[in-house]
């Protein structure tokens, strides 16, 4: 026989959280393995002893926990998300008739917290999953990636400053004594601060243009994507995949001018690394020295040019912005063909009748 369902709200109902959500659901098995108990005890010192009671810093680390896990990038929709969802709800410690802490809960957060409690959560999670097992930490990958800032193309200002001077504006430091040109090294003791710092950025970056609502972000401009304020994330991450060091930084400072700040915040919660591993774009001079002022084997290939007959470097190639297209050394043409949207990628290649 068909029915009909109806909707009958009821004032009381017999059930917990608990009973919902199922034994496999991910925020369970988390649940049951790791505790961020010691939360409380590194904001502690945050909080007055009197007044009324704030949220719990470990429910606002769950809930960015679940707005990372699950990809909930906007903390407005975390909020009503975590509220619409038994098992977030669940996670938190919160039943179902608890109103969740607003959005703006986290800017308060943030302007309360240092930036230095929030590495030291990183580095005891860490400590936690090395006291498990799961972090090997001593061969290391270094790379880094674009991230865009959060600021309009419309709030750029033209900068009336040298590469020296920005980088003493931003750092708030002098460029005295250098001993670098470029990428020669001339077998003096490396100074980690000045590693990057007399090097050009790849080509695209443009430090003499600035953002009056963030300045420390810089332009990029890539190809077919077009201009874009952003900074750089530079990411060291062991062979089992956990990231042991990070540092953010405008989009203008050249890869290799992290890397004494991603060896030294590994080894501040493991041991120096024995090998580590980049792309070419890390093989400086300079950079391959200080590794091996520290003793650490390197898998970088040295910055060279491609000497293969008939092969020619990316950096030998000349792009027209106007035309869009690629001009090779022996002048021929290379058109945009494709683009791979997942990736933000452009392919560009050259007539095969103009190679013959």
């Not at 930490?137 to 419309?154: F, P, Q, R, Y």
Request: glycine letters at 6%; a positive charge; proline letters at 4%.
């Amino acid at each position: 026989m068909q029915d009909k369902k109806e909707f009958r709200q009821r004032i009381y109902y017999d059930f917990n959280l608990d009973s919902l959500v199922p034994e496999t659901h991910l925020l369970k098995q988390i649940a049951k393995t790791v505790s961020f108990d010691f939360v409380r005890d590194k904001t502690k010192d945050y909080y007055s002893h009197t007044g009324k009671p704030s949220i719990d810093p470990v429910v606002l680390t769950k809930m960015l926990l679940i707005g990372y896990l699950f990809d909930i990038r906007s903390e407005r929709k975390l909020v009503e998300e975590v509220s619409l969802n038994l098992a977030y709800r669940w996670y938190i410690g919160y039943d179902i008739d608890e109103a969740i802490p607003e959005h703006s809960i986290f800017s308060k957060a943030r302007a309360r917290f240092t930036k230095e409690l929030f590495c030291q959560i990183f580095e005891e999670i860490l400590k936690k999953a090395d006291g498990y097992g799961l972090i090997k930490g001593k061969e290391i990958l270094i790379d880094s990636t674009i991230v865009k800032a959060n600021a309009s193309l419309g709030s750029i200002i033209d900068v009336d400053i040298s590469p020296e001077g920005y980088w003493q504006q931003l750092e708030k430091s002098e460029e005295k004594n250098s001993k670098y040109s470029g990428s020669h090294y001339d077998g003096s003791k490396i100074d980690k601060t000045k590693i990057g710092r007399n090097r050009r950025a790849r080509k695209g970056f443009n430090i003499k243009k600035k953002s009056k609502t963030d300045p420390e972000a810089t332009m990029f401009y890539r190809p077919g994507a077009g201009s874009v304020l952003s900074f750089k994330a530079h990411i060291a991450s062991d062979t089992s995949g956990f990231i042991t060091a990070i540092k953010a930084s405008p989009s203008a400072l050249h890869d290799t001018g992290a890397v004494p700040d991603l060896i030294e915040a590994h080894e501040k919660t493991f041991d120096a690394p024995d090998f580590v591993a980049a792309d070419k774009k890390y093989g400086s001079e300079e950079c391959l020295a200080y590794l091996q002022e520290k003793s650490i084997k390197t898998v970088i290939n040295p910055e060279t040019k491609n000497n293969r007959p008939g092969y020619y470097a990316k950096e030998e190639f000349k792009y027209d912005k106007d035309k869009d297209i690629y001009i090779c050394p022996n002048g021929k043409i290379l058109r945009r063909k494709a683009k791979n949207h997942k990736l933000n990628r452009l392919k560009y290649a050259a007539d095969t009748r103009d190679l013959q």
